[in-house]
């Protein structure tokens, strides 16, 4: 079988689990059982037995419903590869609307020092760092997810402090010009709802309490004690969050809300006053 059948028939036993996703998951499962892109003069290539095998697991892995980034072990945000585990969340388009907006407070406000939180992969901090040379630490409660996110920063690159801590409890007496953060905002009763696949997500990078919004109140809280007079917090938040995330941060300064690309609230942004 070529590699050009290879592909359609991959494509057909995908359709049951990635509908429309079919074409561009047998693609990237193919690109990965080879080691390399599928290039357009691929066609009538052969794959060699151990090709074929590896590409046999990863569509069993994905039959069964594993998201595919955990199949092929990597994802791309804000032209970064980043590895993924189903020990953090999957980078998503949406989270690439935060980046962007903390991206655009830092070149305005010429911040020199990043604290993310909640960090994952650590796709948002070592974007930041390396697009903009900020100064950053990453951080997250999780043992397992900040040894993803150690591998990403060493693979590409980036000088990030990487601490283990709830929230902000291993940066006492510490503060930054600006901190993000992309935390579980997720209602606990929604999180049954979602896809099989995206309840093989870690459930502690989803759920976000019974209104999904618990994260974000001790945010609130805590926020003032880590912040440089000045300066900004930005945050991921659900569609249909923003009036309420908005009364959570207004006693503490401006607050703005960014739309993603499919016009919906994604980013909350808060000043801070300088009498926090």
């Known amino acids: 079988m070529t590699l050009r059948e290879l592909l359609q028939e991959t494509q057909r036993r995908l359709l049951p689990v990635s509908g429309e996703d079919a074409a561009a998951e047998a693609r990237e499962l193919v690109s990965f059982a080879i080691g390399r892109r599928v290039g357009f003069r691929d066609g009538e290539a052969v794959l060699t037995e151990e090709q074929r095998s590896r590409l046999e697991a990863a569509v069993a892995r994905r039959l069964s419903h594993e998201p595919l980034q955990y199949v092929i072990g990597e994802w791309d945000l804000m032209g970064f590869t980043f590895s993924v585990s189903p020990e953090v969340l999957i980078p998503r388009q949406d989270t690439e609307t935060l980046v962007i907006e903390a991206e655009r407070l830092i070149a305005e406000r010429g911040y020199k020092t990043l604290l993310d939180i909640c960090t994952g992969s650590g796709c948002v901090g070592i974007s930041l760092a390396k697009r903009t040379g900020v100064r950053t630490a990453i951080s997250d409660i999780s043992a397992a997810a900040l040894e993803v996110a150690a591998k990403n920063a ?41 896809s ?7 459930v502690l990078a989803l759920d976000g309490g019974a209104d999904g919004l618990d994260i974000y109140r001790r945010i609130a809280r805590e926020l003032p004690a880590h912040l440089a007079p000045g300066g900004a917090f930005a945050a991921e938040i659900g ?8 009364e959570l941060f207004s006693p503490l300064g401006s607050v703005r809300l960014t739309k993603d690309y499919g016009g919906r609230d994604r980013v909350v942004t808060v000043i801070l006053d300088k009498k926090c």
Do not use: H, W
Not at 196 to 202: F, H, L
Not at 240 to 245: A, F
């Open 154 to 194: 060493l693979a590409l690159g980036a000088d990030c402090e990487i601490v283990r801590s709830d929230l902000f409890g291993a940066f006492t007496g510490r503060r930054f010009d600006i901190i993000t953060a992309n935390p579980p905002y997720i209602p606990t009763e929604t999180v049954k709802t979602l």
């Open 196 to 202: 099989e696949e995206v309840r093989m997500e870690p």
């Open 239 to 246: 569609c249909d969050q923003g009036e309420r995330v908005t």
